[in-house]
């Protein structure tokens, strides 16, 4: 007997259902599975949830407290937090059409549900404004970075935009704030007014958590950078980075290995602990936006650009 198909479930506040599929073992009954094999979220929780109805079957009913567990079978539920920061941005939507969603995020706003935010992400925001359960990101920035991200509409067309970030078909421009360049050392020649050209190997850092860092072997990230501007009142100055791969942290790593960290960065050159969720510091963000994405429309033909409206703090 064939297993029934996927749910397709309304959204709640934006967020999408979660499916689990459950596998054999020895649990006497379903809320003892999902507390064991979800412990990030507490026994009673559950229980809760179970008790409002918010745990489903197959069929889309409500699962009672008491049900048993049933091995080859799935679940549903929706995620949610007691205790989740709000931030206190907005995101704008640049561009809609039957295809394409081009967002312009705010610094601090997650791109997807994880960790301590579910409903305080872009993804979710916008699937709550436009009502569009179907809504996917094409590719992530960083929560802290500001600037475009953009969103497929439609799941049939869905890899053809993927495969213009992964065939590195996309002209991706950063702007960022940081010290101005040195004298000596490989970012000396963006004083002259010369570009470099950036090329390294990056790999996880066994030693820090969520660090990249440069390593011996075959580069894996290529980033040009140019000096647009100095700001000397500021000790600062503002720069174009436009990287042509997609590494893990990319621009912040290397900015940061050229002796240029980039202002505001809470993980390099040292990671910083996280913000508390009861007040987080918005005060001071990293100052680093995703400017603009140009590329060839794989499904129409068209030339398209965008461009972020927000701007880095001086």
């Known amino acids: 007997m064939s297993r029934p198909a996927k749910l397709s479930l309304p959204l709640r506040q934006g967020v999408g259902a979660s499916v689990l599929a459950c596998p054999a073992g020895p649990w006497p009954n379903l809320l003892e599975f999902l507390a064991e094999r979800l412990p990030g979220v507490a026994r009673a929780v559950w229980l809760q949830r179970l008790q409002q109805g918010e745990v489903l079957d197959e069929r889309g009913q409500a699962l009672p407290v008491d049900a048993p567990y049933r091995a080859a079978t799935r679940v549903y539920y929706w ?6 920061p709000v931030v206190p941005f907005e995101a704008r939507i640049l561009f809609q059409d039957e295809l394409l969603l081009v967002a312009d995020k705010p610094h601090f706003l997650p791109v997807l549900p994880s960790g301590r935010f579910v409903q305080q992400t872009l993804l979710s925001r916008l699937r709550l404004a436009t009502g569009l ?125 050229l002796g240029l960290p980039i202002l505001g960065d809470r993980i390099y050159p040292r990671l910083l602990p996280p913000d508390a969720v009861e007040a987080p510091d918005y005060s001071q963000p990293l100052q680093l936006l995703a400017r603009s994405l140009a590329f060839v429309d794989p499904v129409s033909g068209q030339q398209r650009r965008f461009e972020s409206g927000f701007s880095l703090q001086q």
Request: net charge positive; with cysteine; charged share 25%.
């Open 79 to 84: 995620r949610s937090l007691a205790q989740e």
């Open 133 to 257: 359960a179907e809504l996917s990101p094409i590719h992530r920035i960083d929560r802290e970075t500001a600037g475009l991200v953009l969103f497929s509409l439609q799941p049939a067309t869905r890899g053809a935009y993927q495969a213009l970030f992964r065939e590195r078909e996309v002209a991706k421009v950063y702007e960022a704030l940081a010290a101005p360049p040195p004298a000596s050392g490989p970012a000396a020649v963006l004083a002259e007014g010369q570009v470099l050209l950036y090329r390294s190997r990056l790999r996880p850092c066994e030693q820090a958590f969520m660090q990249m860092q440069e390593v011996e072997g075959p580069p894996n990230a290529e980033t040009r950078i140019r000096l647009l501007q100095r700001l000397p009142e500021l000790g600062l100055a503002r720069y174009r980075l436009e990287p042509s791969s997609g590494q893990r942290h990319q621009l912040r790593a290397q900015m940061c290995a």
